[in-house]
């Protein structure tokens, strides 16, 4: 007769039991990610659905700038001698863009950008019928929605996020000088009582010059928080134009428009399967534009610089599996910036 010792018997249960919940393990898949954290991450140039995405936006910018003008001198270091002249400027832009991204593998896909501008400028300043309190005004548009700048490019993942390492993409964008070019606009005096306003025949809707922006962007996951951060440089290719002159003689020339570097950082919070939040902040500095007269030598354009600063507020709200509502409020913190924008996006993957 063959007697079993109890240890042995509980080791071939403990031995079982390790390796059906290993073959269990081993079947188990991780869970799906949240369709609010799909959308953040598409958001973010992090997350390529494996079908064509387009995607809807329409925005809102309205700016308010003071300008003060001194034109005189000071006597005897206090007291100023001439004219004081005090103009306001109320610009509002209305944006709808249409993009749409394709992907050709699961770290690679190329997007196609098309703008279309509506655009709006009210010029108040003082002077009319040389009055220092009388006011002179003129609105100013786009003369109807014109068509923007046209971009196009590609983003590549070139790493996925680890357990120490957030996920890198790099992007590189082209962008067409297909808008009305804001170089050779005329200025004109809509009141022949007040010379100290003058103001655009039209709005640009462009830049007027190709440019190359090449970017890369960072994402770390810490459930239920997504930080994300972005840099960028644009790159701004000489154009030749028929006129440098807002009035007077033709003056053909070269602008080189001044190139900008851009970052942005944020953090967005995934609260259920379909609503995220999310806090950013961006910043672009442009240098200055110079421009060259024909046969002259460059001379900048003073203040033609900038530095724009946002932050920026976002909802996002996934629908359904294939279609989310974002809504984003942007406000200006530099003098460059616009006073608030408002923008909602509606992406529909096929």
């Not at 680890?162 to 809509?190: D, R």
Request: net charge neutral.
């Amino acid at each position: 007769m063959t007697t079993s010792h109890p240890k042995t018997g509980l080791t071939l249960l403990l031995a079982l039991g390790l390796a059906t919940s290993s073959a269990y393990a081993d079947n188990l898949k991780a869970p799906p990610e949240s369709a609010s954290k799909k959308a953040i991450l598409q958001q973010q140039s992090d997350f390529f659905y494996p079908h064509l995405t387009l995607q809807s936006s329409i925005s809102y910018a309205y700016s308010d700038q003071n300008t003060l003008n001194l034109n005189g001198f000071l006597a005897l270091g206090a007291i100023f001698l001439g004219n004081i002249n005090i103009s306001k400027v109320k610009s509002s832009i209305y944006t709808f863009t249409e993009s749409a991204y394709y992907p050709l593998s699961n770290r690679l896909q190329v997007v196609l950008n098309v703008p279309v501008l509506y655009r709006t400028s009210t010029y108040e300043t003082g002077g009319a019928g040389y009055s220092s309190v009388t006011q002179s005004e003129a609105t100013v548009t786009s003369h109807g929605p014109r068509l923007g700048d046209i971009s196009a490019g590609a983003y590549y993942q070139v790493f996925n996020e680890s357990k120490n390492w957030p996920s890198v993409t790099a992007s590189v964008l082209m962008t067409a000088p297909t808008g009305i070019s804001p170089y050779g606009i005329q200025l004109v005096t809509p009141d022949a009582n007040n010379s100290n306003l003058q103001v655009p025949t039209t709005l640009p809707t462009g830049n007027g010059v190709w440019t190359i922006t090449p970017g890369v962007s960072f994402i770390s996951t810490s459930d239920p928080a997504i930080f994300f951060a972005s840099l960028g440089y644009s790159y701004n290719l000489t154009q030749s134009v028929k006129n440098l002159n807002t009035s007077g003689s033709v003056a053909p020339g070269t602008i080189a428009l001044g190139n900008a570097f851009q970052f942005g950082l944020g953090v967005a919070y995934a609260l259920n399967d379909r609503l995220s939040l999310s806090m950013s902040y961006a910043e672009r500095m442009q240098a200055q534009t110079q421009i060259r007269a024909n046969g002259q030598p460059w001379q900048p354009i003073i203040g033609s610089g900038a530095n724009v600063a946002v932050a920026n507020f976002g909802l996002t709200d996934a629908v359904t599996p294939k279609t989310s509502v974002i809504m984003n409020l942007g406000i200006g913190l530099t003098n460059s910036a616009p006073s608030f924008q408002l923008t909602a996006t509606v992406p529909y993957n096929f």
